[in-house]
């Protein structure tokens, strides 16, 4: 259940789970995948309106993005980069059979020290890690992600949502470091390799971006009343 963020999404995403599967309704469960993912990005991604999204970052100060505010938080920057990095390689590479969008380019501009989904690290390596990145870059890659990810699935046939992931594809995540050989991060494979695209749309790029935008809204808050932190 989600207290700070995304009020009605979790309905939205049940009448998702219940047609995406169903031929005659392929198109129906696209649009209704669109409209949650577009509450989940700026609305800049395609000038809508204000949403809660944006009034998350709108105001954040620099600092704010590296503070990790308990001992079992992370950090917003270490979220954005999370969330940003899973739906970049499940949508790019193991939806679309195409490329992450992530490559030196975007990492000298973030100037992140890691290209994997974060998922293996430490308290200390988050830290440091949520020090050194450009938030506004991060960001823009993130809302380069989601417009990529909306042309994909727009694009989607009800055989792509039957489809198995691709054993090649996830080759290719592991050999291009989106994961590491550290059990907290390798496991990933085996999760997403276990799905069809249908069981993919309803988890990275949806579900896990609720629930990680519902920490952010809830660090925020803790950090904006609270005067003592775990890491900062």
């Not at 989106?178 to 790029?205: C, H, N």
């Amino acid at each position: 259940m989600m207290k700070y963020f995304g009020e009605g999404l979790s309905e939205e995403h049940k009448a998702l789970n219940q047609i995406i599967r169903k031929k005659q309704r392929t198109e129906e469960a696209k649009k209704v995948f669109l409209d949650i993912h577009k509450q989940l990005h700026l609305s800049n991604i395609k000038e809508r309106e204000e949403n809660e999204v944006d009034r998350l970052f709108s105001d954040l100060k620099p600092w704010e993005y590296a503070v990790m505010p308990g001992k079992d938080d992370e950090t917003i920057a270490w979220v954005v980069w999370h969330i940003a990095r899973i739906e970049d390689l499940t949508m790019g590479i193991l939806t679309g059979r195409g490329n992450q969008l992530f490559d030196e380019e975007w990492r000298r501009r973030i100037d992140s020290p890691i290209k994997d989904t974060g998922n293996a690290m430490t308290d200390e390596e988050i830290m440091v890690f949520s020090r050194q990145v450009n938030c506004k870059e991060l960001l823009n890659y993130r809302m380069a992600v989601g417009e990529r990810t909306r042309e994909i699935v727009s694009q989607l046939t009800f055989e792509d949502m039957k489809r198995d992931v691709n054993e090649a594809d996830l080759i290719k995540i592991r050999e291009e470091g989106g994961v590491t050989s550290q059990k907290d991060s390798v496991w990933l494979l085996e999760f997403w390799g276990s799905k069809d695209i249908a069981g993919l749309l309803l988890m990275p790029p949806t579900r896990h971006v609720m629930l990680h935008l519902n920490d952010c809204c809830k660090w925020k808050e803790k950090i904006r009343t609270r005067t003592k932190f775990f890491l900062i």
